[in-house]
Structure formats: C-alpha cells, structure tokens
C-alpha cells in the first residue's frame, strides 16, 4: 500500500468506529466487538455520577401506622422518594450523630387520616369519591425546617420532585403519622441517593455519501434512516437529490445494507472522540448541574492520581 494510502488509512482507524452491512470494525476491544467506547468516558459514565451527592430520606420515625403496609417497607418506599434540595447547601451528617442540625438534616411530617366523604353520592362506588384521604401522596408530606432553615431556604424549594408519587392506600379509620429526617449520601452508599435514573452515553454518528443519490433512490434513502437525517433538494439538473441533513439524529440500524442499490453508495460510521452524553435526573438537580458536579469528582479524582503518584516518586 501507499505510504500516502496507508497514513490515511491508519488514520481512518484512529478516528472513526466504521459500521458494516454484517460488522462493525475498528473497534477498541476484541472481547466485545459491538462496543466501541474507550475506558475515560465509560467511568466518567457509570461510575462518576455516582459520587454526586443528593438528599434522601435516611429515617422514617413511625409514631403511628395502622394502614396494611408494615412499617419497614413503608420506610423503604419513603426512602426511594426524590427530594428537591441542593445537596451543596448540606453537609454530611457525622456516623455518631443521632440527632440531625439545620446543616445536615431536612425534616418532613406526614399525618394522614382516611375518613368516609359525608357528601358523597349515595350511588358512588369509587373509593375516590366515598372517602377522603384514602390515597397518600408526596404532597401530603410537610416540610418541618430544622432550627433556622425557614430563613435560609424560601417556601417550596425543599420538598418531594413530584407531589404526586402514590406512598400508602387507606381505608376509612386508617392513620398514618410519620416523622422523616433526610440527610446527604451518595449512590455508591444506596440507590436512594442515586441523582440519576439513567445516563448512558453515543459516539457521534457520521454519514457520508460516496455518489449522489437522486430520484427514486433518494427518497428510498430518506425511509432508510430516521426522520431528518436524510433531506431532499432539487439539484442542477432538476432531480431530487439526497443529502445528509442531520447525521446526529441516526440511530445507526444500517437499514440501508438492506437494499443493494444503496448499501455501495453510502457510509457510516461514528466518529471515536465525539462522546454524546444523555443524563436523565430523578428531579434533585437539573441534568446540567449533574454533569458539572459529576466532572468536578473526575477532576478531583485524577488530581489525587497525581499527588499520590508525585508522593509515590519523592518516596
């Protein structure tokens, strides 16, 4: 091969993951041929995020509870229930420390009794309309500022993410009388305190067409791909000609392979350090937030990386 030919080619390998009618080729490992993501963005992925702190509900004190769900699974309910808080504002309750401090501890109180609905239809059958308070939601919970946290934080923005999370069912003469206290955690630690419900990641998709594709076949190709990926426009000649519109929004299903006056005339592939990020937050900080606070553990982890290796070479 041609040095020049063979530069180009390397440099192909180097830089773009190429996807095929049976194969995907110039892939980073051997052992999972379909992955094609390098290590960095992978732990940056699954693990950085969950290093980012939020605040859940730590203990559920149960004054009284005589609804048909036994106290521990109510607690673990009420434990996987997302908290709107800035975690930054907190810091981290101390493992000797029984009772909780404004710095530390967000307090809630949820008091529910079920009662019959004295105006109710004598015809109703639906428990929503023959009780009242048989269904208990997020929004039942009432935030009790610990010490001077009134002050500090304004009304409303120290609650449950959404009101409308169902936590209990009762019947007619069914209390539920609890005492919450929140505290700051990580998801290493427990689920609970997970600030994301998923955050995966996608090489950049890109297409590229070897010969122009007019006429019928253009608009077969547009079916090809994902809506507007493929765009048509009217050529020199007067003929509909496909083009590559938006190469982001692909999905790479190779649905083109399919069709053999197509698969020659067109090729994908995704471009290797082009990393598209997609985090889903449960609610407890924007998905922007996440990102930076997740790059700031990254930081900090490959700051301690050098230190130790420093202090490993003085030694």
């Known amino acids: 091969m041609e040095p020049v030919k063979l530069k180009s ?8 993951v190429d996807l095929k009618e049976h194969q995907i080729i110039n892939t980073n490992t051997t052992d999972f041929p379909n992955a094609y993501a390098g290590s960095t963005d992978g732990d940056f992925d699954i693990n950085k995020f969950t290093k980012v702190p939020t605040m859940a509900i730590e203990k559920v004190y149960v004054y009284n509870n005589t609804s048909l769900i036994q106290d521990e699974v109510l607690a673990h309910r009420l434990g996987l229930i997302p908290i709107k808080a800035d975690p930054r504002m907190f810091e981290y ?63 409303g923005s120290v609650a449950p993410v959404h009101p409308d999370i169902l936590i209990n069912k009762l019947k007619p003469g069914q209390i539920l009388d609890l005492r919450m206290d929140c505290v700051k955690g990580i998801g290493r630690d ?16 890109e297409i590229t067409l070897t010969q122009p594709i007019t006429g019928t076949d253009a608009h077969k190709l547009k079916e090809c791909f994902s809506d507007g990926v493929i765009g048509i426009r009217t050529n020199d000649n007067g003929e509909d000609e496909a083009y590559v519109a938006n190469a982001r929004l692909d999905t790479c299903s190779r649905e083109v392979f399919r069709h053999d006056n197509l698969k020659d005339k067109v090729l994908l592939s995704r471009v290797r350090d082009h990393f598209i990020f997609s985090v889903e937050s449960t609610g407890a900080l924007p998905a922007a937030t996440l990102v930076s606070e997740a790059l700031k553990v990254l930081m900090k982890k490959c700051t301690d990386l050098s230190e130790k290796l420093e202090h490993d070479e003085d030694s």
Request: charged content about 25%; hydrophobic content about 30%; some cysteine.
């Open 9 to 16: 080619c390397l440099k192909r390998i180097k830089e773009r």
């Open 190 to 205: 427990h689920a609970k305190f997970s600030p994301v419900a998923t955050a995966h990641y996608r090489l950049l998709p």
């Open 93 to 155: 309750r101390q493992p000797d420390q029984e009772e909780g401090s404004a710095e530390d501890t967000i307090s809630f109180a949820l008091k529910v009794k079920c009662t019959h609905n004295s105006s109710a239809p004598a015809d109703a059958t639906q428990p929503d309309i023959l009780y009242k308070h048989n269904n208990v939601y997020t929004r039942d919970m009432v935030w009790v500022p610990v010490g001077n946290q009134a002050d500090l934080y304004p009304e």
